[in-house]
């Protein structure tokens, strides 16, 4: 009963929302360049939904090579730096400063780097957006060793990567999965904007700009739905991966 109101309830906002918004934009005679009713909008997303298929899957490639990317990185990177305490001080705030690189300023930037039909840019600038969370969070999950467990190691004189290994990634998993929970939403998030500024014309964000560059609005929007819906199988699929990651965790919660 409980989960079935978990998912009745949030289904039921969200019809009750769009329901409004039809209302409104009916019964207000709100210009569809201004906000298109979810009708159109609904009625675009279907006639074009070969190309925003097309365009989800190029945009899709983008961010996933790009959080993949992020992800490796990212937990090697917390590995190396909880190792050694000045590398975890110093490192905190340079991955910030990483972090608060706008993604406006560096696509164009990156795009003149290299070639117009590279996707290169694109995954560049997504690896940049998720590398922080990941990595924020896997170096916080690091720290978080029982005691007992650190001396149950050390009485077996294990070296510092094999208690790495076996004890504090494991321990970490929680928050490398929370890191990657809001690394997915960000990659998709970062391979659409990115995608504004040039390069190849296939994927969402250049779709988006073009029709609304075309004042086809109810189109551009049904291209921003697409987009919704790309970061929403992108963080179901997160949320899949860490239960079959960590099955235990499950079982705890029955």
Do not use: K
């Not at 989800?56 to 590995?79: K, M, P």
């Not at 551009?220 to 079959?244: D, H, K, Q, S």
């Amino acid at each position: 009963m409980r989960s079935a109101y978990a998912v009745l309830a949030p289904v039921a906002v969200g019809l009750g929302g769009l329901a409004l918004w039809e209302a409104t934009v009916r019964l207000g005679r709100v210009a569809s360049y201004v906000l298109p009713a979810p009708s159109a909008i609904a009625e675009q997303f279907w006639a074009s939904r070969s190309v925003v298929w097309q365009a989800s899957l190029a945009s899709g490639a983008n961010a996933l090579a790009g959080l993949v990317a992020a992800a490796v990185l990212g937990v090697l990177c917390a590995l190396l730096v909880g190792r050694v305490r000045l590398l975890s001080e110093v490192s905190v705030p340079l991955a910030a400063l990483i972090n608060a690189l706008p993604i406006i300023a560096l696509a164009p930037v990156l795009n003149n780097m290299f070639d117009a039909t590279s996707s290169v840019p694109r995954r560049l600038v997504v690896g940049l957006v998720a590398f922080f969370p990941i990595f924020l969070n896997t170096l916080r999950g690091l720290g978080e060793v029982q005691p007992i467990h650190r001396e149950l190691l050390t009485s077996y004189a294990a070296g510092s990567w094999t208690f790495a290994r076996l004890v504090r990634l494991p321990g970490a998993l929680p928050f490398v999965f929370t890191g990657l929970r809001q690394a997915s939403s960000l990659a998709v998030i970062a391979a659409v904007v990115a995608e504004y500024f040039g390069g190849l014309q296939d994927g969402l964000g250049a779709r988006i700009t073009s029709a609304a560059a075309l004042t086809a609005y109810p189109r551009a929007w049904a291209f921003v739905v697409g987009a919704c819906l790309l970061g929403l199988v992108f963080y179901l699929a997160t949320l899949l991966l860490e239960r079959i990651s960590m099955p235990w965790r499950v079982a705890a919660a029955r």
